[in-house]
């Protein structure tokens, strides 16, 4: 706020008067509007952008003392600054007395042209610093919220989409977040209002800003402003009005990097830039962990998808679902598995899971799924396989741990022996309803071996349900409920096992947690 830029209204019951005053602030830059009484002053103050008062204290309809306090008590006024002149109340109990009210200078009659425009200009030197001390700690505000939700964002468009409308709330004008998802098209987040909206944009725009920012071949961040009509042609959809600023963000070599453009602001001075530097090094740095996520993440999920078996065996008289439900998008894969192996006239069946979500834990799962066919294969029964499981990982992966749930059926008979390393229990069901077997058994891991062990007979009709922890696991609701749960669902028991497994899933929801599940019936 300039002198060149600078509205001052002025008020004062007499002619003469403001037109003096009003002639010293005309030859200073100012722009002058005139009031002559209280009520003329709150017209002028809801029409124009006042930037400073020189209030009369004595005017016909009220105290000038008054009107000042009226100013700074209204919100909209309330950083306005007030400069008293009076001819009359001169003493300085008077000059107290507004000061105290809320003026920032009282000056008395006869007033001296240089004192009054060196005092004009130190009351608007005071304020120009408290109006960008306010705006920074706005701007710092609404960018820590905005780098809090930037951290929070759970997909690559919700990414964009807080981005853009942070940098609208930061800045207070136009903006556009520009992204590149992996394995999808460019995507911008326009916010122009604060209602975001989402658009593609041409891929060699990326191109064309690196050439401007320097940022082809080296990691940083860097402010541009761009002229409207250059803008233009890089974007020609674009909602910006005139010239633009943009920071380019790279964290690291071969990767895209992003973009947000801010139309230009009317005065942009350093912090603004410095602001939108960090703006756009936050937007980075949280799009390279999304991105680096994401990558782990399918690339977890393929490798556990190739290690479970693409079929199961064909058993007369028996028939076997399985699901292996990988967990939401945003969660991490974890080391479920199931295995449903045929072994002379018996059929071993199997599922659990390996401690932890991630890439480890889903090639431990791998090495632990191999072992466990080797030592199938090796004749042993189900005690003695998930005794030596223990020990491969005791011998190879000291510090992690696995629950499993091993069953031995002669399909023959439906006996069914289940040796049982920490896993959930299996869920029997038959015409009487709904149970579940035993548990027990130390975990995988420990150096203690300690199985637990049962017989049952599966009748005919009857059906068996394993599944991992992941599918009855819920924050706020306890696992016995949600056991209790399954079962009352489970007990329900159509004639298609596929569609009893779907139910079954589905009754749950989408999960934080991968899930497996085997199924297997007896026919009637």
């Known amino acids: 706020m300039t002198a060149d830029h600078c509205t001052t209204l002025v008020v004062d019951d007499i002619d003469t008067k403001r037109y003096i005053i009003g002639s010293w602030l005309r030859r200073a830059g100012h722009t002058v509007v005139e009031a002559s009484t209280a009520a003329q002053t709150w017209e002028r103050l809801a029409a124009h952008q006042v930037d400073l008062v020189i209030l009369d204290v004595r005017l016909p309809d ?4 008054e009107v000042c306090e009226r100013i700074k008590a209204a919100p909209r006024t309330a950083s306005l600054p007030v400069i008293h002149i ?10 107290t007395h507004g000061l105290r009210q809320g003026a920032d200078a009282y000056m008395v009659d006869p007033i001296d042209p240089g004192e009054f425009i060196a005092t004009v200009d130190a009351v608007l030197r005071y304020y120009r610093a408290r109006r960008k001390a306010e705006r920074t700690a706005e701007r710092l ?27 609208f709330e930061v800045f207070g004008t136009p903006t556009a977040a520009f992204i590149m998802p992996p394995h999808r098209r460019p995507r911008r987040t326009v916010c122009l209002d604060g209602d975001p909206w989402h658009r593609d944009f041409p891929a060699g725009l990326f191109d064309r800003l690196a050439r401007r920012t320097g ?8 402010v541009v ?12 959809d674009t909602a910006a009005e005139g010239d633009v600023v943009v920071v380019m963000s790279l964290v690291k070599k071969g990767r895209p990097p992003i973009c947000v453009a801010i139309q230009a602001p009317d005065a942009m001075d350093e912090d603004d830039t410095n602001l939108l530097r960090q703006l756009g090094q936050t937007l980075a740095l949280a799009m390279e962990a999304m991105r680096s996520y994401s990558e782990e993440h399918l690339i977890s999920l393929t490798l556990q998808r190739s290690l479970l078996p693409e079929t199961h065996p064909v058993i007369p008289g028996w028939t076997f679902a399985v699901r292996y439900e990988p967990a939401s998008d945003q969660a991490e894969v974890g080391g479920d598995f199931y295995e449903v192996l045929q072994q002379g ?9 390996v401690q932890g979500h991630s890439l480890h834990a889903a090639t431990v799962m791998a090495e632990i799924r191999h072992a466990l066919r080797a030592f199938a294969d090796e004749g042993h029964d189900a005690i003695t396989i998930l005794g030596l499981l223990s020990r491969v990982l ?37 015409e009487d309803g709904a149970r579940y077997g035993k548990g027990g058994g130390i975990l995988l891991g420990f150096p203690v071996e300690s199985v637990g062990s049962e017989e049952v007979v599966v009748p005919p ?7 991992t922890d992941g599918l009855i696991e819920d924050r706020g609701i306890s696992l016995s409920d949600n056991l209790e749960r399954l079962a009352s669902v489970a007990a329900d028991v159509d004639d298609d096992l596929e569609e009893f497994s779907d139910r079954v899933i589905s009754e749950f929801g989408p999960r934080e947690d991968d899930v497996a599940f085997i199924a297997l019936r007896r026919a009637r």
Do not use: K
């Not at 009220?62 to 003392?65: A, E, L, R, V, Y």
């Not at 009359?88 to 008077?94: E, G, K, M, Q, R």
């Not at 505000?141 to 940098?167: H, K, Y």
């Not at 009709?461 to 599944?467: C, D, E, F, K, N």
């Open 345 to 353: 006239d018996h059929v071993l069946v199997a599922i659990g899971d």
């Open 225 to 236: 402003r761009i002229p409207a009509d250059d803008w233009r042609a890089a974007l020609p």
């Open 215 to 222: 940022l082809r071949d080296a990691t940083g961040t860097e």
């Open 461 to 467: 009709g009857g059906t068996v349900v394993l599944i």
């Open 62 to 65: 009220m105290s000038g003392i």
């Open 141 to 167: 505000a609404a960018f820590t919220r905005t780098s809090l939700a930037i951290n929070a964002a759970e997909s690559f468009d919700g990414l964009a989409e807080v981005a853009a409308c942070g940098a």
């Open 394 to 430: 005791q011998r190879y992966h000291d510090n992690e741990t696995a629950t499993m749930c091993l069953m031995t059926l002669d399909p023959r008979t439906g006996a069914l022996h289940v040796a049982n390393a920490g896993h959930l229990a299996p869920l029997y069901i038959d």
């Open 86 to 95: 009076s001819a009359s109340a001169v003493d300085v109990t008077d000059r």
